[in-house]
């Protein structure tokens, strides 16, 4: 809905970057507090976070030239500007990353992901609500009362009423950070769990709910026979 949120002078403050900034800093000062309480190495979470965002970025970066490989040939450069991304080659990446990490610092990579994944899906909420200040991401047609119609300069097109699959986004992984922080630190005492309970529940949440967000969304991102390339990988992310 707003590229630019405000200006300082001649500095223009993008509303996509400033939320991918504001949820990684929430999301490292989460991580850091629940480190500490359950006795892991609380630098090791930050160097982990500064980790992910790189090679997240850069694997969703990836997997969107992949998919939209012809596009990318004819210009290049305009394409590696734009804000498309795929969340999934950054999860991806992110996650091999992090297991090389801890496997170079001899932590037990579970643990750590375990930790980290309820942080992640707050970044990815506030991530999401970058989306929709931006346009990507949005959704079909619709010609319900809550649909959102966005201004001229946002990428979505604008003049018609879409449905806001951002924010639909946004909440799911918001209710998928709580229950995992809930499961995690709350029922603990009352649930047996196994290092890699959390990260998994974690996947399995995330890629269902993303195979079903997937169907409200208008913004072409590569298919794999009748499903989008992140529905075809929620398959087997849920498998």
Same mark, same amino acid.
């Given at each position: 809905m707003r590229p630019?949120?405000?200006?300082?002078?001649?500095?223009?403050?993008?509303?996509?970057?400033?939320?991918?900034?504001?949820?990684?800093?929430?999301? &490292? &000062?989460?991580?850091?507090?629940r480190a500490k309480k359950k006795g892991l190495d609380a630098e090791a979470v930050i160097d982990l976070a500064i980790i992910a965002i790189l090679t997240g970025f850069l694997g969703a970066k990836l997997l969107y030239i992949i998919i939209s490989f012809r596009e990318?040939?004819?210009?290049?450069?305009?394409?590696?500007?734009?804000?498309?991304?795929?969340?999934?080659?950054?999860?991806i990446s992110g996650v091999l990353c992090c297991m090389l990490y801890c496997r170079i610092k001899k932590l037990k990579f579970l643990d750590y992901f375990d930790l980290v994944m309820p942080e992640v899906a707050i970044a990815q909420g506030f991530g999401r609500i970058g989306c929709f200040l931006a346009g990507c991401c949005y959704g079909r047609e619709t010609d319900a009362a809550w649909?959102?119609?966005f201004?001229?300069?946002?990428?979505?097109?604008?003049?018609?009423?879409?449905?806001?699959?951002?924010?639909?986004?946004?909440?799911g992984d918001f209710v998928i950070a709580a229950v995992l922080i809930v499961v995690a630190d709350v029922l603990v #005492? #009352?649930? #047996? &769990?196994?290092?890699?309970?959390?990260?998994c529940l974690y996947v399995w949440m995330y890629g269902i709910g993303r195979f079903f967000i997937e169907f409200l969304r208008n913004d072409f991102r590569g298919s794999v026979g009748p499903f989008s390339t992140s529905q075809f990988i929620s398959l087997f992310a849920v498998a």
């Open positions: 630019v949120l405000f200006k300082i002078g001649k500095l223009s403050i993008p509303g996509y970057g400033l939320m991918i900034a504001l949820g990684f800093v929430i999301a &490292l &000062l989460v991580g850091e507090y990318f040939l004819e210009s290049p450069a305009v394409f590696l500007k734009t804000s498309g991304f795929v969340v999934y080659g950054g999860i649909g959102i119609t201004p001229a300069d946002s990428m979505a097109p604008s003049g018609v009423k879409l449905i806001p699959t951002q924010l639909m986004s946004a909440v #005492k #009352k649930i #047996k &769990l196994v290092s890699g309970d959390i990260g």
